[in-house]
């Protein structure tokens, strides 16, 4: 049954990075094309939100990488290792680079005078889930650290 999960899991992380990479690398740069098309008044401001929004692609393909060798370290039942923490650590780190590459983006939209309220709300409902998302790999990597450092007492008392 965990195998299966872990599995599963495993799979969703290769396709969502799939994806995500198609989507900014491919879709986005077609949308904003045509955007600009339409509305040549914003049109400066496509390369920049395009160069943006494939910068925090590689922290996020980075994140997705640490989640799967965090899983691969589940499923040999060696999770209790500084290589976990340090995937924790990881996804930490990208998670809140992403935060600051979104709100310098906010922040540049700002100062053009382009930031469109829905623009904001999906900025800043990326910074939210990203947010959570680190705060969740922080604890988890003290609760780890300190499940380690038992683990590690244990084993010398035996």
Do not use: W
Not at 123 to 131: A, E, F, K, N, P
């Amino acid at each position: 049954m965990r195998t299966k999960n872990i599995k599963f899991l495993k799979f969703v992380i290769i396709m969502l990075g799939i994806i995500f990479t198609f989507l900014a690398l491919y879709v986005l740069p077609l949308y904003a094309n045509s955007m600009a098309a339409h509305y040549p008044e914003y049109a400066y401001l496509k390369n920049p939100l395009l160069f943006g929004i494939i910068l925090t692609l590689l922290p996020l393909l980075i994140s997705f990488f640490q989640a799967y060798r965090l899983l691969n370290l589940i499923e040999q039942n060696n999770v209790f290792s500084a290589r976990s923490t340090n995937a924790l650590k990881q996804i930490k780190r990208c998670a809140l680079a992403i935060i600051i590459l979104y709100m310098i983006g906010m922040i540049f939209l700002l100062i053009e005078d382009t930031l469109h309220p829905s623009l904001l709300l999906a900025g800043l409902s990326i910074c939210l889930m990203t947010t959570v998302i680190s705060m969740f790999a922080s604890i988890l990597k003290e609760l780890l650290t300190y499940a380690i450092s038992y683990k590690n007492e244990n084993d010398l008392t035996i």
